[in-house]
C-alpha cells in the first residue's frame, strides 16, 4: 500500500524550472511606488483602524 501510495505521489509531482540567475536584478524596483513611505505612526494608525472596524463594527 505504501508503495502504490509513494508511486501515485511520484507521478503528480512536477519538477519547477530552475530560477533565472538574475532574478533579483530583474525585480528590483518592483514595489517602488511614486509616494513617499508611510512613517510608523501612520502604519500604526491604518492597523488600529483595521482591528476597529474588524471587531467593533
Request: glycine share 4%; proline share 7%; aromatic share 2%.
Amino acid at each position: 500500500m505504501l508503495s502504490a501510495i509513494a508511486h501515485s505521489l511520484q507521478n503528480d509531482l512536477t519538477l519547477r524550472p530552475p530560477v533565472p540567475d538574475d532574478i533579483v536584478d530583474r525585480m528590483t524596483g518592483l514595489l517602488k511606488t511614486d509616494t513617499t513611505p508611510l512613517t510608523d505612526a501612520e502604519v500604526e494608525i491604518i492597523l488600529e483602524e483595521g482591528l476597529v472596524d474588524k471587531y467593533l463594527k
